[in-house]
């Protein structure tokens, strides 16, 4: 069973930088598609950017393209969701998960199979 702990989350001023790393215990990180996704008040999580095992696809969706980065280093068995530009609308807790079945990436909440407990991420304008 794979725990992933998500860290890094903080209050920052729109326009501020910030970023998330998601640390994943076990030997097989590196064969597991990372995700993050995110849930502001009030609403449903939302997909916000995965990457596949070895790095070399990533995915975002469209409110954040440009702004926000995902990396990961299978060395350290870690992802990062760098934030750039934020905005009060990417105040939310940040989750990441992993699809640990498939290498390839998904933008589909269903298809992720373990989840950290969240960062909370508070954007002020």
């Known amino acids: 069973q794979v725990q992933l702990v998500e860290s890094g989350g ?4 729109a326009g501020d930088s910030l970023r998330l790393s998601c640390a994943a215990s076990g030997r097989y990180f590196a064969m597991y598609a990372m995700g993050w996704f ?3 008040p009030g609403k449903e999580r939302e997909f916000v950017g995965a990457i596949s095992a070895s790095g070399g696809i990533i995915s975002y969706t469209d409110s ?10 299978n060395a350290k068995n870690t992802v990062y969701l760098q934030m750039y530009s934020l ?3 990417d105040t939310a807790v940040y989750y990441c998960a992993a ?17 950290g407990q969240g960062t909370q991420v508070t954007v002020s304008s």
């Open 38 to 40: 995110r849930q502001a």
């Open 64 to 73: 954040v393209k440009g702004r926000f980065a995902i990396s990961r280093d």
């Open 10 to 13: 903080g209050l920052v001023q």
């Open 99 to 115: 699809r640990r079945r498939v290498s390839s990436i998904s933008t589909m909440e269903i298809d992720f199979d373990a989840w």
């Open 87 to 89: 905005k009060p609308e």
